[in-house]
């Protein structure tokens, strides 16, 4: 280790050693307390802290962070988290005051800052450090890292931004990554550091190596054991930009800093990328609290770790270069590790104390009760034997149900609520009214738990999409007609115009204006950075709107096909539709997500696996405009509000055409709003997208039959149909079929759910309901293919025949 670090004073060392120590006491005393049952698991940060404490001397605040979990060193020297909330999250303390990251919601070391307020408005991002919500999925936090330094880019390079002076000082702000060793392995990292290199971003991306992936060394992981020479094909050559490559070790301090600082300021000025290979790190306590390193490093290897842990030989070298006295050193010490232990204990308190009022509160009631309970009995003598045995066991169960309660160590509340909701069912047979106030309380209770870890879901502020006032469409006499590739340029121009916030990303959509002439002209008339062609690389340039969108930029991504979403389909399951709710409500990011999917040619051209996005993207708003109208519509909602989104088009409908409404650019189609196409009396189809046609035109036909079908284009699947317009239609018709071109048991599963189950349709039904799908296999290239695997208007008919014959058997012969 080099004698001192350049340009950093005795006092500014001895401080990042004192959060380097006071990060390794969190660990450990963290450690016991999961192993001691207070606390559910822990994963933690020890063995990184020297490399964090320098990586921090060179961040400045508006900076950005996309972690994992082993940075609490890192938000302890940024002073983004205090000790006391550290401790709160290895409790899961779901007070967001005291736990802000998640409100109990994530593991600890899982951190996030607020950037909205509670009524959905941006902070500024210029007055602190910003992280990224982290997630646990290795590697995923590389794809939104793109996006977080592609947003300084942006703020730079685009003069039509430098007013948005809360997210940016042009774009002198970095954004860095950190990740393990192991995790470098994963295809997302190297989407993600090919994406950095050809765009040419402001990040610096951390490799914390260990040697280790829990027990599996890097022999296993990478080509070399060194990540840093595997890429050494990335450095720049001559004129062609690259990612500068920095390679040091984990425990020499002054030489971290060095690097860090030589390196970040070079990051900064030129807006160029550099990855920094950090070596010879340690895990002195393993990879977590579910298992023991000793099971799987030889003792060389501990030994090894134990003299090269980066905080030992940090002190060593303060000591010997006289910095402080040993006896200086080690009373501060001990000060320091004897605060760690009062904050401990007083986040301990913080998060017992109200959980034990609660449960007092109730004992009371179950007291005052039983009271009830024993003067009835006692009242009771002339009253059946039967009725006083009864009585005498509910009174035994108020006292079992006191006991649990007062039993309780570290006091939860799923006890508190597992006690009181088995013992309101208990207590039915009683007399309603000595009852109501617990059962009251209990309900209660139930609801406020549930609040507390099911909330924000969805952006529940003034700024949800579910709040934007819905504008009709107004025609003129005879409004113009245009194509639906034509409707969908014109309003993105329009939107483009607007706000200068808006830019688009995508294959093709830049010099060609999309496969399919959705942006013709766009590219030459506002310019490549809001109209910009992407590589194949769908992850990351999903990764790129949503690290974007967390800085105050208005993404839409473009994914060529809907069939190719299942590339980014991991971020936007794991990152994006989890952002908001892992945050509590801290963080949006309006990512619009743009594909084109349904019907076309062939098994990668034709898919609609609704089915597969609702259920693996709860968060997300899911919009299946039936046409490009509709579509423009619903993005003008969208952009209207912080929620992400995807929108799904019509793809073989771009060269039909449509009337063009007066307010094209303006007008809002509301979420979770479905529209009535057809009114009938006899059946009420359920559909969307490219089915609404089929379906339409499968009820005008079996009207020569004397069927009248209702049609229903649902408009979005999440929200779904938030105010009961099918129901209503049920109640009319008494029968419903659910049709679309997804597998079986897919969308139409989740429709039907919805309607039979949420709305209580059933009650209504005069026949089961019934369920229209493509076959459970891919669907086949060609017309004949197409006619065999995906539902039709003939199929449709006699489907709607099939189920007027179940309830009409006289009036329609069996076919």
């Not at 009174?395 to 007062?406: C, Y």
């Not at 819905?470 to 115009?497: C, K, N």
């Amino acid at each position: 280790m080099t004698k001192r670090a350049t340009a950093l004073s005795p006092e500014e060392i001895l401080a990042d050693y004192q959060t380097s120590f006071i990060s390794r006491q969190v660990s450990l005393l963290s450690r016991k307390e999961v192993l001691s049952g207070k606390a559910k698991f822990g994963i933690f940060g020890d063995g990184k802290e020297v490399v964090q404490v320098a990586l921090a001397r060179c961040l400045q605040k508006g900076d950005w962070r996309s972690g994992y979990y082993r940075d609490q060193t890192i938000m302890l020297a940024l002073k983004e988290v205090t000790v006391k909330q550290l401790f709160a999250q290895v409790y899961a303390d779901s007070d967001v005051s005291r736990e802000p990251m998640s409100g109990g919601r994530q593991m600890n070391a899982h951190f996030a800052t607020r950037l909205v307020d509670a009524e959905g408005h941006w902070k500024s991002q210029l007055t602190q450090h910003n992280t990224a919500a982290d997630l646990s999925p290795t590697a995923g936090q590389m794809g939104r890292l793109v996006g977080l330094g592609y947003a300084s880019k942006l703020y730079r390079l685009n003069p039509g931004l430098h007013g948005f002076t809360q997210f940016s000082r042009q774009g002198q702000e970095i954004a860095y990554g950190t990740i393990g060793n192991a995790s470098t392995a994963e295809g997302i990292f190297w989407e993600s550091l090919n994406a950095c290199g050809v765009l040419q971003v402001p990040v610096a991306i951390m490799v914390w190596d260990d040697d280790y992936g829990i027990s599996v060394p890097n022999r296993y992981q990478m080509t070399k054991e060194s990540i840093s020479e595997i890429l050494a094909g990335f450095a720049p050559e001559g004129n062609k930009p690259g990612i500068d490559i920095y390679k040091v070790c984990g425990w020499d301090y002054s030489s971290l800093y060095q690097s860090f600082a030589k390196g970040i300021a070079k990051i900064r000025e030129h807006h160029a990328p550099a990855l920094f290979h950090v070596t010879e790190l340690t895990q002195p306590q393993g990879h977590s609290t579910s298992g023991s390193h000793e099971r799987y490093k030889s003792k060389e290897r501990l030994a090894y770790e134990a003299e090269f842990d980066c905080l030992k030989k940090m002190r060593d070298w303060i000591l010997s270069s006289a910095l402080i006295s040993e006896r200086d050193l080690e009373k501060s010490e001990r000060q320091w590790m004897d605060e760690v232990k009062i904050q401990r204990d007083q986040a301990w308190d913080e998060y017992q104390t109200p959980i034990l009022q609660e449960a007092a509160a109730f004992k009371i009631k179950l007291k005052e009760l039983a009271k009830v309970l024993a003067d009835q009995a006692q009242q009771g003598s002339l009253a059946p034997a039967k009725q006083q045995e009864k009585l005498q066991s509910m009174i035994g169960l108020l006292k079992e149900a006191e006991t649990d309660l007062r039993g309780v160590g570290a006091a939860l509340r799923r006890q508190i609520a597992q006690t009181l909701r088995r013992l309101s069912v208990r207590l039915l047979p009683i007399n309603p009214q000595w009852t109501h106030d617990l059962r009251q309380s209990t309900a209660r209770y139930l609801e406020a738990g549930q609040s507390r870890y099911r909330s924000h879901l969805t952006n529940e502020s003034l700024r949800s999409s579910l709040n934007s006032i819905a504008i009709p469409a107004e025609y003129g006499e005879t409004p113009e007609m245009l194509a639906g590739h034509e409707i969908m340029q014109r309003f993105f121009d329009d939107a483009l115009s607007r706000d200068p916030r808006i830019f688009i990303i995508g294959e093709d959509v830049g010099v060609l204006g999309d496969v399919n002439q959705n942006f013709k002209g766009l590219h030459e008339k506002f310019g490549e950075l809001r109209i910009t062609d992407t590589g194949i690389r769908e992850a990351t340039i999903l990764g790129q709107g949503i690290g974007a969108a967390l800085r105050g930029l208005r993404p839409i991504v473009d994914i060529q096909y809907l069939d190719y979403m299942l590339y980014c389909f991991q971020l936007l399951s794991d990152d994006l539709a989890s952002l908001h709710y892992r945050s509590a409500g801290g963080q949006v990011a309006p990512v619009i997500l743009r594909t084109k999917g349904h019907r076309l040619e062939g098994i990668w051209h034709s898919g609609s696996p609704l089915g597969t996005l609702i259920n693996g993207l709860r968060g997300v708003y899911l919009a299946v405009p039936r046409n490009f109208v509709q579509a423009a519509g619903i993005y003008r909602t969208l952009m209207d509000g912080d929620d992400p989104a995807i929108v799904i088009e019509v793809l073989n409908s771009y060269r039909l055409k449509e009337p063009v409404p007066k307010n094209l650019g303006t007008f809002r189609v509301p979420l979770g709003m479905p529209e009535v196409l057809r009114p009938g009396s006899d059946l009420t189809i359920v559909t969307y997208g490219a089915c609404v046609r089929i379906a339409l035109d499968a009820a005008e036909w079996v009207q020569s039959l004397g069927i009248e079908v209702e049609v229903i284009d649902v408009q979005t699947l999440l929200p779904f149909d938030l105010h009961g317009m099918i129901l209503r239609s049920i109640q009319k018709t008494h029968a419903v079929l659910f049709m679309d071109e997804d597998v079986p048991g897919g969308a139409t599963a989740y429709m039907l759910q919805q309607v039979l189950e949420v709305q209580k349709g059933f009650d209504f039904m005069e026949i089961p309901p019934q369920t229209l799908t493509a076959p459970a296999n891919r669907p086949a290239y060609g017309s004949d293919g197409d006619y065999f695997c995906k539902p039709t208007a003939d199929d449709l008919i006699e489907k709607i025949y099939d189920m007027m014959r179940e309830r009409l058997p006289q009036q329609f012969p069996a076919r």
